[in-house]
């Protein structure tokens, strides 16, 4: 099994993922609704090779990935106003659309590692 | 059925880190995790600050590896107490590794405990050990674009130490950008230019470590973002 820190948190998701499914009875998983943050340092790509690397051969070996990446939010320094939403890291980088500061801003939204539904019966 | 969760993915890792705090607080213990690239020197960093300040500190480590207690024997031949922890290939050290360590240290009238994290810039990251602050070590043989390649690190840090600057002259790493992109990330991050080979810097950093452990004793430190 690769050493890959995907792997880590692929195991953590299933078991979660187990444990959501015994409390509510439930045998067979369809889909795992996870929301990963543009800055979580989680390769998507990995983390759904590990999944499928991990369910293999279990009887949730058909069960899909509904992966959604959060884009990066930030609040400026100075003024406070929101901006980014844009896909990848950019935002990390530009001047407030506003006022132009340049250091200092805060993550809003964008460093989220959640599972956010699963389709399972 | 679509069945709503919303389940933090690290919240088993980060309920443990949460009794590690418990642990070290109870105790006004400063826990600070180390993170950099392999080679970076974390271990000479270590060496110096414990040899250094040896006379004012009881320290403690936490040695993070992929293999080897190279380091962990290095640290301890400065005289601090030294745990080795051999991660076998996985990439980071994670809260239920440093819990089972902290048995294996005397807590008893310890001021500082480093955690020295497997030598890597994304996973340990994201793995919270129960410290008090990371600090992010990068040294002038790298990329000046590494705080713009790694911004998880340089957001969550509260110090960063850029080493080997003895090695300035040898090198195209440009100082400012590696500042400039480290606090656009991070407003608050102390930084120190140092060379834990000769010894110049450090003791900006020693002076930080010291206000630290004050903060630690009166209870000014806020709980570190994650």
Redesign the interface.
């Known amino acids: 099994m690769p050493p890959m820190h995907e792997m880590v948190i692929a195991q953590n998701i299933l078991d979660i993922v187990r444990e959501e499914m015994a409390a509510r009875q439930c045998t067979r998983l369809v889909r795992i609704g996870l929301e990963c943050g543009a800055l979580s340092g989680v390769e998507p790509e990995s983390l759904r090779l590990s999944l499928e690397a991990l369910l293999d051969g279990g009887p949730w070996a058909e069960a899909g990935l509904e992966l959604r990446v959060i884009p990066l939010r930030l609040r400026c320094f100075s003024c406070g106003t929101v901006f980014g939403g844009e896909s990848g890291q950019d935002a990390l980088w530009q001047p407030c659309p506003r006022c132009g500061e340049q250091f200092g801003h805060t993550v809003e939204q964008g460093k989220e590692l959640r599972i956010s539904h699963l389709e399972a019966s | 059925?679509?069945?709503?969760?919303?389940?933090?993915?690290?919240?088993?890792?980060e309920k443990l880190a949460d009794q590690v705090r418990a642990r070290l607080d109870a105790g006004k213990i400063l826990a600070l995790n180390l993170i950099s690239s392999p080679g970076a020197g974390k271990t000479t960093l270590l060496e110096r600050t414990l040899a250094d300040l040896s006379g004012e500190f009881r320290m403690a480590v936490i040695e993070g590896d992929l293999q080897t207690d190279n380091d962990a024997r290095r640290v301890a031949a400065t005289g601090a107490q030294a745990v080795q922890i051999n991660t076998e290939?996985?990439?980071?050290l994670?809260s239920s590794m440093i819990l089972q360590a902290l048995d294996n240290i005397s807590l008893d009238g310890l001021d500082i405990l480093f955690i020295e994290n497997v030598g890597n810039l994304?996973?340990p990251?994201?793995f919270d050990c129960g410290e008090d602050a990371k600090i992010a070590l990068l040294s002038v043989a790298e990329g000046d674009d590494k705080p713009?390649k790694y911004?998880?690190l340089f957001?969550l840090a509260r110090a960063m130490l850029l080493n080997k600057i003895d090695l300035l002259p040898h090198v195209d790493f440009d100082v400012q950008r590696a500042r400039n992109?480290a606090?656009?990330?991070?407003?608050?991050l102390a930084i120190f230019e140092v060379s834990c080979r000769n010894g110049q810097g450090l003791t900006g950093w020693y002076d930080w470590l010291r206000a630290m452990r004050q903060a630690k004793l009166e209870g000014r430190l806020t709980r570190p973002e994650r």
């Open positions: 059925m679509q069945i709503p969760v919303v389940r933090n993915v690290l919240e088993a890792n290939g996985g990439c980071h994670n994304v996973c990251v994201e713009e911004p998880l957001n992109f606090t656009r990330l991070n407003r608050e």
